[in-house]
């Protein structure tokens, strides 16, 4: 089966070709395991190469595994070695156009490096916990349930189901034996970790904040996928997260405010001067002497 990688392939071949992709020199362990995999008049193309055209893709191609791409990604390094070596024959470095983009991209490749190194060194330890106290300051506890259900097609089945618990039956083995929710069902009818209300249907949230913990709905609760019967194992008073657990989402919004203010600190010891747009310059008359103003009709004599 074959991918299209599509044009974006081109660009991202262009980077490798321009910034070798920040490509690190691997360590004796990675010599041994890098793979040649294939050879284009006496240039080797590695393993490493093609693990690194994989990581420049955007996010939907690598969605894929390396292994469904391997071969694609092989030919286009293939074909980038054969195009290069040809333009670099056929004297293209000294294309002024070669060269001018080339200093672009050198300096989009030093503008990347100086503010990743400045954004890590604001990026205080002391700076992310001030943001994560700021994020959980309004933060307001409510209710939690961990609960187990058992799932059946009708009514009368569930009715069945509160009927048998009543009489001593245990609220797992009925699960395993008649729940429709096979995942669940498997843990004794267990729906997993804590959950607040409003993360379940309408109908389910009514029955489980009715119930204390160890109570099972006395009758059978309707949703859209059948009918419950609901057993209450623990409520609790929810509680913020934890630091490590949002200080991704936390990195990702202090990073656009510190590049925000890297930037307006620039700019303000900046001078930086534009010419006023041609359209802004008002009617097209500016500099110009006025138009004299139309002359008088001419009046008839004796009047």
């Given amino acids: ?38 050879t284009v008049n006496g240039q080797k193309i590695r393993q490493s190469d093609v693990s690194q055209l994989y990581n420049a893709l955007p996010g939907q191609y690598r969605q894929l595994p390396i292994e469904f791409l391997q071969d694609q990604l092989v030919e286009r390094l293939v074909d980038q070695k054969l195009v290069t070596a040809k333009a670099r024959a056929d004297g293209k470095e000294k294309d002024p156009k070669y060269k001018e983009r080339l200093a672009q991209a050198k300096d989009q490749i030093l503008e990347d490096v100086w503010l990743t190194a400045e954004i890590d060194k604001r990026l205080s330890p002391e700076r992310l916990k001030k943001a994560y106290d700021e994020m959980v300051k309004g933060f307001k506890p409510s209710a939690e349930y961990k609960a187990s259900h058992i799932l059946v097609k009708t009514e009368e ?89 949002v200080e991704p989402q936390i990195k990702e919004s202090e990073r656009d405010k510190v590049v925000q203010e890297i930037l307006d600190e620039l700019r303000g010891k900046a001078k930086i001067e534009k010419p006023k747009p041609a359209a802004d310059a008002g009617s097209g008359h500016e500099g110009h002497d006025a138009p004299p103003p139309p002359a008088e009709p001419a009046k008839p004599e004796g009047k």
């Fill in 1 to 38: 089966m074959k991918f299209a990688l599509g044009p974006v392939t081109g660009l991202v071949l262009a980077c490798l070709a321009l910034t070798g992709c920040d490509k690190k020199a691997p360590d004796e362990h990675a010599k041994v395991e890098d793979a040649v995999v294939a």
């Fill in 157 to 245: 089945e569930g009715k069945q189901v509160i009927a048998d618990l009543a009489k001593g039956a245990d609220f797992a083995t009925v699960a395993k034996e008649k729940s429709l929710d096979k995942g669940s069902a498997a843990d004794g009818g267990n729906l997993g970790d804590y959950f607040a209300p409003d993360k379940m249907v309408p109908e389910f949230a009514t029955a489980v904040t009715a119930l204390k913990p160890g109570e099972v709905s006395k009758t059978p609760v309707k949703s859209q996928y059948g009918w419950h019967v609901i057993k209450v194992v623990d409520t609790r008073q929810s509680s913020p997260p934890k630091q490590a657990d």
